[in-house]
């Protein structure tokens, strides 16, 4: 049976590719994209979004545009990473259609009611449109199977030291998601930082001179640019990594544990604090992907990419 | 040539063998040795640092230090290191009166005094010596350098995001690691593979002496405590030591450069030390690059603690990177180090 699942993301060229993959896969089937505001701001990666379905043929996929920014915190975006689309320096024609009616949070929950308990959220933004719909409806967590995310780490972060851009754009957000009871399967960069393409990967793509290959090779590219900027050696592929795993859950080792998100804190705000030790006393409340299976990865990704015409 | 340093520590189990190895080793020279309250409370460690003092063949006399963090209670740890700190031997009283000087003003003598730059090596709660930089900042040129075990990189031991010695006194420690003294710490990336195996007890209780049978016996208390929470460890690790050893046989140790604070006000996060790796992983004696990790082993806390290793240096730091923060030891040289120590003494 395929897994039904609502893509929560800011697209951002690595959500572009999962969203690509999940549009591929047999094993998932894409009942809604919702959007929010996080790599760039809300129109541009609802823009995106629409573009994106759109560009891989399926124009029939519902689009439900999400909240502009945190409540909390200042909006913070990654421009530097993903350029000012969104999208590096992708060509991709102007949306043709325009976003459901339904606002994200409210579009998640009438979803979510229709699959009866068997919808997954994948979210790989930052977590306001799911904090939202669980404080504006408290029955949410019990029809929702699971959350696959994106977001945070156990060790080192990036947006910071300490934090993950994912959690940092809202980790109020976050931490309310981490408190809702719903099964959390976390990726965070502990795995995602090492989930590389190598250049010669890349090739492979463009070789292939198909035509959503050539887009996320011409994505990848700009952000290749940046990666080497920081000093990456290879491309990681944080957003792809989750909806992988989610396909195919053997790319991952995962172990339950305690996970807060430190909301205070002067150097330590939106940091995922994992008691890897279990010194907390805390029962867990998430699976926490620790290790990965990079090359398996990388071949699920090539056959889904490939897999356009 | 010997390397004058400074203790200051709360024994506990490790702070002893600390105190032991550096009073041990022909390359150092205990200058003074002050306490700080931690691991238990300050009666409880300045009797303790005398007593191990004084059975291992000391004459340097203890200076009492703060009873109590900077701005907070105190917490102790006693499930570590018992009631009194320091259960396990049997340990006779000391002869040796305690020192009539606090270790504040031991420290500033001991600075005043001498013509070359002193090391100080805190393996407790660093009370004591934010104090001295923040009353005497015209000291901090007669400091070679702060040899500290506390924090991490990753992961805590007493929260899920601190480690104790830190999450004790955060403000002292935030007070330190940004004195602008070059800083080597001794964290929970490095402790965590300085590991105490029970082999290693043996050989030490082989040796035969009365101070090795008593560290033995040390280290058979403390392993108690870690069979039970962390057993996965395999063993006790040594933390406390590493701050010595790093200064007697630098060679054992990988560093990178790093800049840190310390958190003081997060809700979880508080006494975490916020690690902004900015160079690579280098021999801590010569300064080489170290490609490889000695972490060899799959279990999900080594391939964790690979990051610290591995991860990206930032460039986008405010900080100075004064900090070197160890992130690799060999383990077996480390415990060479101590069986040695142990030899020397009676």
Redesign the interface.
Known sequence: MKEKIIIDCDPGIDDALAIFMALASGKVEVTGITTVAGNVGIENVTGNALSLVSFAGRKDIPVAKGFSGPFMVKRKDGAIVHGKSGLGNALLPDPVSEPVELEAAEFIYKKAKEEKGNLVLVTIGPLTNIAAALSMYPSLPSLIKRIVMMGGSAGIGNITPAAEFNIYADPHAAAAVFQSGIPIEMYGLDVTNRAVITAEEIKILKDSKRKVALQCVNMLNSYMDFYQSMGYEGLALHDPFAMAALIDSSIAERKDWFVAVETDGKFTRGKTVVDTYGVSGEKPNASVAYNLDRDKFISLLMELLLSYE | MTLPVIMDCDPGHDDAIALILAHSHPSIEIKGVGTTAGNQTIEKTTLNARKILEFAGSSVKVSRGASKPLFRELITAASVHGKTGLDGPELPDPVLEESEFSAFEMMVDVLENSRETVSIIPTGALTNVAMLLLARPDLKKKIKQISLMGGS?????????AEFNILVDPEAAEIVFNSGIPVIMSGLDVTYQAIIKDSDIERFRNIGTETSVMVAQLLDFFKKFHEE??PHFGGSPLHDPCAVAVLASPELFVYREASV??????????G?T????AGPPRNMADGSIVSESSIKS?S??S??SQ??FE?????D?ETEPDVKVLVGIDREGFVDLLAGALERLK
């Open positions: 990189a990753i992961g805590g031991n007493w929260s899920a995001a929470k962390f604070h310390v958190e003081c006000r997060g809700r979880y996060t508080t975490s916020v690690v902004s790796f799959d999900v806390y391939i964790l990051q610290v991860s990206v240096s930032r460039k730091t």
